[in-house]
């Protein structure tokens, strides 16, 4: 459970309650992959808006996990207009948790590594 309460933030983007509903079961997720995790700040960010508003906006996940520095996670809006025809709010968060949960499963797996192999020292 994270010992820091999540914060949201958006900025020059209307915030929405169906988005934080969202990242907070993300957010869960999260924690049930990574135990560790004692703080998380999303922060959603409209950065610009092109003639026909398809700029998508970024989302910024900041993790805290005990021992090391904040793992941060963001895309470029160049990142989702690659991947999907028609990027929106929703598509943004997805994919900011699709690497969070990528990066944190690493994560795992190297804290795992390390402890199988200083067992294997002893």
Do not use: W
């Amino acid at each position: 459970m994270l010992q820091v309460p999540l914060e949201i933030a958006f900025h020059n983007i209307a915030s929405s309650e169906q988005a934080e509903r969202e990242i907070r079961a993300r957010v869960a997720d999260l924690e049930k992959l990574y135990d560790r995790l004692v703080s998380c700040r999303v922060r959603i960010d409209q950065r610009a808006r092109d003639r026909t508003g398809t700029i998508p906006p970024v989302v910024h996940i900041g993790l805290g996990i005990p021992g090391r520095s904040d793992l941060v996670v963001s895309h470029e809006p160049e990142h989702l207009l690659r991947k999907y025809r028609h990027p929106d709010l929703h598509k943004a968060i997805n994919e900011a948790f699709r690497i969070a949960e990528r990066q944190l499963l690493d994560l795992k797996q190297q804290r795992n590594g390390r402890t199988k192999a200083s067992d294997h020292d002893a």
